[in-house]
């Protein structure tokens, strides 16, 4: 389902038959929502839905500031900052504070609407396991049992499926991830040093996949954008 950054690169059920699947054998899948439903409290789910603006730095320096309750986002890289509906992808491009017109600011859009798809992705990836077009079943992999989370549509890479592993109070440790940007099927990346937002929303903020490691920094809710030291809405107009 989501465009992953390759540069940047669950509980045990006792069931009964299973079914053939790529990766190993697929067992019922009512189960896997009520393990999915365990993670989502072990995440304080309900507190993530209920924040309203967040921000963070995702590897490479790309930072975020994102309007939860209107759709909107701020993105800035480089000498660029975007604004966006994240629902329309309509928005502005700024180039050292200048604005970009024409062909280069419809690209730049796109690039900022699927940075942001990207690293919200990441920010909080097990929020997520009951999107719109989720398939969700229990995997037997290796004598470990993992939750299987396949995105059918929506997103930029819909099909992309994740098997999540997680510790004895359902808290995800790590997951499989695969995706068609990544040619290695199954690169496993963890999720790490878990903090504790205003909010009360649970963020990884460690993910190691390899011997690389990304870091979720400036990782902040808040309720409006006042808390982030704006003086101004960066949204006013879009």
Request: hydrophobic share 35%.
């Amino acid at each position: 389902m989501q465009y992953l950054v390759v540069s940047f690169l669950f509980f045990i059920f006792s069931m009964g038959s299973c079914t053939g699947d790529s990766e190993s054998g697929e067992m019922n899948p009512d189960p896997a929502d009520e393990v999915a439903y365990a993670i989502e409290k072990a995440i304080h789910k309900k507190d993530w839905d209920q924040t309203k603006w967040v921000h963070w730095i995702f590897p490479g320096n790309r930072e975020h500031l994102w309007d939860r309750e209107r759709g909107f986002t701020e993105v800035k890289w480089g000498d660029y900052r975007a604004v966006i509906n994240v629902n329309t992808k309509d928005g502005r491009i700024y180039r050292n504070d200048q604005p970009v017109a024409g062909p280069e600011k419809d690209s730049l859009l796109q690039k900022a609407w699927s940075a942001h798809i990207n690293d919200a992705f990441w920010l909080n990836a097990p929020a997520n396991l009951f999107d719109d077009g989720t398939q969700r079943s229990l995997v037997d992999k290796d004598g470990k049992t993992g939750l299987k989370v396949e995105y059918t549509t929506g997103g930029v890479t819909p099909g992309d499926h994740y098997i999540w592993y997680y510790d004895d109070d359902y808290l995800p440790t790590k997951w499989e991830m695969y995706v068609s940007v990544i040619s290695e099927p199954g690169v496993e990346s963890t999720w790490e040093k878990w903090i504790t937002l205003e909010s009360g929303a649970k963020i990884a903020t460690i993910h190691q996949t390899g011997d690389r490691v990304m870091e979720m920094k400036a990782v902040k809710s808040g309720n409006s954008y006042q808390d982030f030291g704006r003086e101004e809405d960066p949204f006013e107009g879009l």
